[in-house]
């Protein structure tokens, strides 16, 4: 086997067919089954994005009506899974909250042993409707606060917020959740989809499927990177009344130092866009409105910073995590559970992928050039 045919990182291998999103680097372009994700963004909900992905088109008003009102009838929290909740540390960290109560869903499911695609669809809208009640009640107990109960009079995004801080939000904050909602929802072979996948080609269960794909979301390389944005934001100083320009001069000179040590800075680079992620500038005109919303120029000046810093030293723009780091934090959510709302999202993605690779499964199972001992034997 020749050096070059080893792809470290599966770097630039193409590895199955999908019909479910096209990533075009070139145009900087994201369809999720043909629709451009900014447009989706402007003009559907996050339930009419899900419908899409899983059914392939958008759904008719009749179809929508019965979609929704079914996400509706599953959001209430479990209470076998809030007592697993309960019985975790509330320093556990969400993404393993998250990942547990995947995992007791997949073994409580009354259709836990059936692997068709009515079943795997069923199970797929169950993990959508009671995800958001699961991160709600975990940033919540960590307050030292009990459950709200899901609303049904209200939308996926709204009754979401409801949820974590028991206040109704203005439609602009609802509005700003929704983007995140369904920008976050599919990215073709990520890692943490791919994992689905390779899980899923065992023919093992979709639950078993989205908790692999948790872990390997939790990772700041992936979906943990929204977290580590604020970590850097928390690092240079976050400080309220401090005018855009200002914040943005320290948050460059905080760059420069860590592009220096050869740091890593979580939020930028991706390993398909080079020239930008397709979804920021949605989601950077999304966290522009809530910094108006909130009045909170100096988050703006910090982000304005690192980005030009960056884009002086290195040239690498940033990816979605880093317009929706900030976004999160403004609207109130703790850091830490930044990566679980990208869970409630990509759960949509991924049992799109979990049901796709069941149409046309091949076990999932590449090699490797062994570059230890030559054989030898036990003296
Ligand atoms: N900060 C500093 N340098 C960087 C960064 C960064 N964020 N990203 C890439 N580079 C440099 C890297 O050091 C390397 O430089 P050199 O060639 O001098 O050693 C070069 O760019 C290539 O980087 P790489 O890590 O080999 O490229 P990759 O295609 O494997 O990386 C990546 C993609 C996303 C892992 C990487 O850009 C990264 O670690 N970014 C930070 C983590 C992050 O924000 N992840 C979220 C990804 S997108 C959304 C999501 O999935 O949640």
Redesign the pocket.
């Known amino acids: 086997m020749a050096e070059e045919d080893i792809k470290k990182?599966l770097?630039g291998v193409v590895v199955d067919y999908t019909s479910v999103s096209k990533v075009n680097p070139d145009t900087n372009s994201l369809l999720y089954r043909g629709y451009p994700v900014q447009e989706l963004a402007a003009r559907c909900s996050f339930e009419e994005v899900a419908y899409l992905l899983w059914n392939g088109e958008l759904a008719a008003p009749d179809q929508l009506a019965e979609f929704t009102a079914r996400e509706r009838a599953g959001r209430a929290l479990d209470p076998v899974v809030k007592q697993v909740i309960d019985a975790l540390p509330d320093t556990s960290h969400p993404m393993d909250v998250c990942r547990t109560a995947a995992s007791v869903m997949g073994a409580r499911h009354p259709l836990a042993e059936d692997a068709s695609r009515e079943a795997n669809m069923a199970k797929a809208i169950d993990l959508f409707a009671a995800m958001p009640a699961v991160v709600a009640y975990d940033q919540r107990r960590r307050h030292g606060q009990g459950v709200i109960e899901a609303r049904d009079d209200l939308g996926y995004s709204a009754n979401f917020l409801w949820m974590t801080f028991g206040e109704e939000q203005v439609p602009e904050v609802v509005e700003a959740f929704n983007v995140s909602m369904i920008l976050y929802a599919e990215h073709s072979f990520?890692a943490s989809t791919f994992t689905a996948r390779v899980i899923t080609s065992t023919l093992s269960d979709l639950h078993s499927a989205v908790t692999g794909a948790i872990g390997a979301l939790k990772g700041?390389?992936?979906?943990g990177?929204?977290e580590a944005v604020m970590h850097t934001f928390d690092e240079i100083g976050i400080r309220p009344q401090e005018s855009l320009e200002e914040a943005a001069a320290r948050a460059k000179s905080w760059m420069e130092n860590a592009?220096a040590q050869k740091?890593?800075?979580?939020?930028?680079?991706?390993?398909v866009y080079k020239h930008g992620?397709s979804r920021v500038p949605t989601m950077k005109a999304a966290l522009d409105k809530m910094v108006a919303h909130y009045g909170r120029p100096e988050l703006l000046g910090l982000y304005n910073g690192l980005e030009a810093a960056m884009d002086e030293a290195?040239g690498?723009k940033p990816?979605?995590?880093y317009p929706a780091g900030p976004t999160y934090h403004l609207m109130g959510f703790d850091t830490a559970t930044f990566t679980p709302l990208?869970v409630a999202s990509r759960i949509t993605g991924w049992t799109a992928h979990i049901m796709e690779q069941l149409d046309a499964n091949s076990l999932i199972r590449p090699l490797s050039k062994y570059v230890g001992p030559e054989e030898r034997h036990v003296p």
């Open positions: 990182g770097d990520n700041p390389l992936h979906g990177a929204n592009l740091k890593k800075v979580m939020g930028f680079g991706h390993r992620d290195k690498i990816n979605l995590d990208f």
